[in-house]
């Protein structure tokens, strides 16, 4: 079996990323898509805050150009999606769904997180027409609008307060009649008098109107059992992320799911790296995906020069005693 320089798992922007470092480097990487080709800015509707697109672009035309400039430097693309690894062995080795079983020197892992969702019904048809997961991506495009948060956490409290830059008005729809923030962010979102709150209800379905996009939301309490509509201009869902990383565990440290790394993408094997949200809970952005991508090639890079020079090392000389 060939043994491959570089394995890249996962095509968000810190795997492709990787694939064009690696690619320059002259490593010949294999990049291995997974079911979702670019992750979850491939679901973005608009992009206008990555650095080099002052016109903004969307999310599935910025993977068609990562992938576009990681082939360009010989990055490989499998179609497939690894189900299992094994890092307890060196070299090391990769299985796919599609029944393949690959061996590499070193592995870069990039599988990103996903956000949870409601599973209700609208929610998947909806996305990128009123439907977000970021508010950094995609706040711009509700200004002067109406848009609802749904969540209780840190997460859903600092996504409401810089939804408040843009949106006149944002109500935050919470299942419970109390928040689970830090008590900081809670006293930032009842002081701004852009925020609203409805307590004790729950988003049953998500509605479009004429245009195509969301007009409106089936609320129901969850205390009296009754149903509302309201009326809103977009839907912003933060109830957590869930790491796409569970064929690592036992493999490498991990902590609730996601890839421990040191910052310079080492994880607890050496010659496994990993990059983007599985091992990024805090900033979710496509711009430090990529900066962490570009990290991990480049340590990589490192680590397998590190072994072609103890390659070539002669044998140290037994001494007779």
Not at 76 to 85: F, G, K, L, T
Not at 274 to 294: C, L, M
């Amino acid at each position: 079996m060939t043994v491959e320089n570089v394995i890249i798992i996962g095509s968000g922007p810190a795997g492709f990323s990787a694939g064009i470092y690696t690619g320059r480097a002259q490593l010949n990487p294999l990049l291995i898509t997974g079911n979702d080709i670019g992750g979850q800015v491939a679901i973005t509707y608009e992009v206008e805050n990555y650095p080099g697109f002052p016109e903004s672009l969307s999310g599935p035309e910025l993977v068609e150009k990562f992938q576009e400039q990681a082939q360009k430097f010989g990055t490989r693309i499998e179609y497939d999606y690894v189900d299992a690894v094994d890092f307890h062995q060196h070299p090391f080795s990769v299985h796919t769904q599609g029944g393949k079983t690959f061996q590499a020197k070193s592995v870069i892992l990039s599988t990103g997180a996903t956000p949870r969702k409601l599973q209700i019904p609208g929610e998947e048809e909806l996305t990128g027409r009123g439907v977000s997961y970021c508010a950094t991506c995609d706040g711009f495009f509700f200004r002067g609008k109406k848009v609802v948060v749904v969540g209780g956490g840190d997460s859903a409290m600092e996504e409401a307060i810089f939804l408040t830059r843009f949106a006149d008005e944002v109500t935050i729809i919470h299942r419970r009649d109390a928040l689970r923030a830090s008590k900081i962010l809670q006293e930032r979102a009842f002081s701004n008098d852009k925020i609203k709150f409805i307590w004790n209800s729950v988003v049953t379905a998500i509605n479009a109107g004429e245009s195509g996009a969301v007009s409106h939301l089936t609320l129901k309490n969850v205390v009296t059992g009754a149903e509302t509509s309201f009326a809103t201009d977009g839907i912003f869902i933060f109830i957590g992320h869930e790491p796409n990383g569970w064929m690592f565990a036992d493999q490498v440290d991990m902590e609730d799911g996601y890839v421990i790394t040191d910052r310079r993408m080492h994880t607890s094997v050496p010659g496994v790296f990993a990059a983007g949200e599985i091992q990024d809970n805090h900033f979710r952005q496509v711009a430090t995906s990529v900066g962490q991508g570009v990290m991990a090639a480049m340590e990589c890079e490192k680590y397998l020069a590190g072994l072609e020079i103890a390659a070539e090392e002669p044998a140290a000389e037994l001494v007779p005693a």
